[in-house]
């Protein structure tokens, strides 16, 4: 089955950085565009990013320039550099996929970014 499992989350000031990285298994990888979504509190869950199978990074208008969206296709993963992170970033953050018209996620790792 397919599974997506998220890591790297954790407590960062503002104007630091955080990677995060998300594993897949249970789908031909390199075959998928993967992405990024964000939950804040209290707000709905919004798309961050997508790295297509080409691939070719996409972002919203909130983290682009800021963040990075790669993936390894050997290993199966994918990462999102947060950079100039801001108070407004923190969010539980969750990996995605569209396999075969049905969205998966992760369980999303939770980024706090505070003073």
């Known amino acids: 089955q397919v599974q997506l499992v998220e890591s790297g989350g954790g407590l960062v000031q503002p104007g630091g950085w955080i990677r995060l990285s998300c594993a897949a298994s249970?789908?031909?990888?390199?075959?998928?565009?993967m992405n990024w979504y964000r939950q804040a509190p209290g707000k709905v869950r919004e798309w961050v990013a997508t790295?297509?199978?080409?691939?070719?990074?996409r972002y919203s208008d909130s983290v682009r320039g800021r963040f990075n969206i790669s993936r390894d296709n050997g290993r199966h993963t994918v990462s999102l550099q947060m950079n100039r992170l801001m108070p407004e970033d923190t969010a539980v953050y969750y990996c995605?996929?569209?396999?075969?018209?049905?969205?998966?996620w992760g369980t999303g790792t939770l980024v706090t970014v505070s003073s």
């Open positions: 790295i297509t199978t080409v691939p070719s990074p």
């Open positions: 249970g789908i031909d990888f390199k075959l998928y565009d």
């Open positions: 995605n996929v569209d396999y075969r018209g049905v969205p998966f």
